[in-house]
């Protein structure tokens, strides 16, 4: 069957990194994407990973091991806006138009 | 800028209503998904359609329905809503890469 792991909460305190952790399980897959929603809001779009490896965008860097089945999301530098979910997702089946999300890791961020 | 509009931020209905949701996208894309999400599930994909008058079942698709009469819109529809069926509806749309979707803003339907 196909499915995706995340822990579900994360606490971390302003300055500090965090990794949020995703394992997947799915048919086809074409790579692992990230997404962000604070509360009241809607996903908004973070990183995509296709390829073994490390990205970087600014604070956010996002991670991927195919072998592994296994990919992260490290946040630098925390900051209080940052307290939101966090989801990871795969792009799957046929064409790749398919997106299979995880349920989600809600971040705390504390002071 | 990628712009996903959703007809109601907030929606009251009835058991046994018929409801419409409505989605409305402006980057001209073939592809149009629905979501539902609801606490420790994530986001489930209901129905997506990749062009006028297409679509495709997701994983969810019980007592939902879809229409796409235009390529600009894309209609969710509960045929009898029920209480189960109240959650966050999300429509989206891909990016040009299909790396990446845009979301709507959601619509909060709560069934009475």
Sequence with gaps: GQSLEQPSEVTAVEGAIVQINCTYQTSGFYGLSWYQQHDGGAPTFLSYNALDGLEETGRFSSFLSRSDSYGYLLLQELQMKDSASYFCAVKEGTGGFKTIFGAGTRLFVKA | DVKVTQSSRYLVKRTGEKVFLECVQDMDHENMFWYRQDPGLGLRLIYFSYDVKMKEKGDIPEGYSVSREKKERF??????????????????????SYNEQFFGPGTRLTVL
Excluded at chain 2, 75 to 96: D, F, K, R, V, W
């Design chain 2, 75 to 96: 209609s969710l529809i509960l045929e009898s809503a029920s209480t189960n069926q109240t959650s966050m509806y999300l429509c989206a749309i891909p990016g040009s």
